[in-house]
């Protein structure tokens, strides 16, 4: 099962960040299970929305050592490191369209409430987690984050652009910084467009009571389907992790498998 779940090119990409194994220079020990292994069934987690307790016996390491390497990892920041050099295989193709991007958030409902949750305003005030996201023109992830469900969207966008991280380009230096962004009426305050203008990008932020909300979908629409391709990782349909890095961490995970899928034929 680790070939569907952990193809050679992501294990290659993934084995440049992972850290070296420990040593025990005493000897003895229980053998350590290979990485591999237990990315897989971190992976099976994702997609399938399982319990940590509920990982296969397939995939050889115990459930409690998937857990541990997962939380070893996430500390590490691993995740984030994998999807920045996916990013950049991408920018290496040109496989990346800068000239428009959009920003969006998505509410997930919180099982086991721990920090970063609060009340959803469209949810009877239950307990949520959101997820806020930057995509390109063709609904890649560039910049992903989460928050409380009752954080404004409007203070997710400074920390989304700064979080964009230097990108290959397939001519010329790297590249953070998209040309447009495009935004909903929950974006629609000037002192974002200033901070967007001062770093040489064009906001294009719906104006609320002046423009129609039937015009939006030309150009944010990839970012809703971004937002689509999301809940099909099925660990992001609740929030299940009391610890907000966990959760940032699977956030991560499935962007990371939406943006290889592109380089995959």
């Excluded at 409902?109 to 949520?128: E, F, H, I, W, Y």
Aim: contains cysteine; hydrophobic residues 35%.
């Amino acid at each position: 099962m680790q070939q569907p779940l952990v193809p050679d090119g992501l294990w290659e990409l993934f084995a440049r960040v992972v850290p070296v194994a420990p040593v025990r220079p005493q000897g003895g020990g229980r053998r350590r299970h290979g990485d591999r292994e237990v990315l897989a069934a971190i992976m099976f987690v994702a997609t399938s929305g399982c319990t940590w307790r509920q990982t296969p016996e397939v995939f050889g390491p115990s459930w409690s050592t998937v857990y541990r390497r997962f939380t070893e990892w996430s500390r590490a920041r691993l995740w984030a490191k994998l999807r920045r050099l996916v990013l950049d295989e991408l920018g290496a193709r040109g496989e990346l369209d800068w000239s428009r991007c959009a920003i969006d958030s998505v509410n997930m409902r919180a099982m086991k409430g721990g920090t970063l949750t609060g009340p959803n305003p469209v949810d009877r005030g239950k307990k949520s987690s959101k997820i806020h996201l930057i995509t390109d023109q063709t609904g890649l992830p560039l910049s992903i984050g989460i928050s409380a469900a009752n954080t404004h969207d409007s203070l997710g966008l400074e920390p989304l652009v700064r979080g964009i991280p230097p990108i290959r380009s397939r001519r010329g230096p790297r590249r953070r910084r998209p040309a447009k962004l495009h935004a909903d009426k929950g974006y629609d305050y000037d002192h974002l467009r200033r901070w967007l203008r001062s770093r040489n990008i064009v906001p294009r932020i719906a104006r609320r009571g002046i423009e129609s909300s039937a015009r939006l979908g030309r150009h944010r629409w990839t970012v809703e389907r971004t937002v689509s391709w999301l809940g099909g990782y099925r660990r992001l349909h609740r929030r299940y992790e009391r610890k907000p890095e966990h959760f940032l961490a699977f956030a991560g995970i499935a962007a990371t498998l939406i943006c290889y899928r592109r380089l995959t034929p």
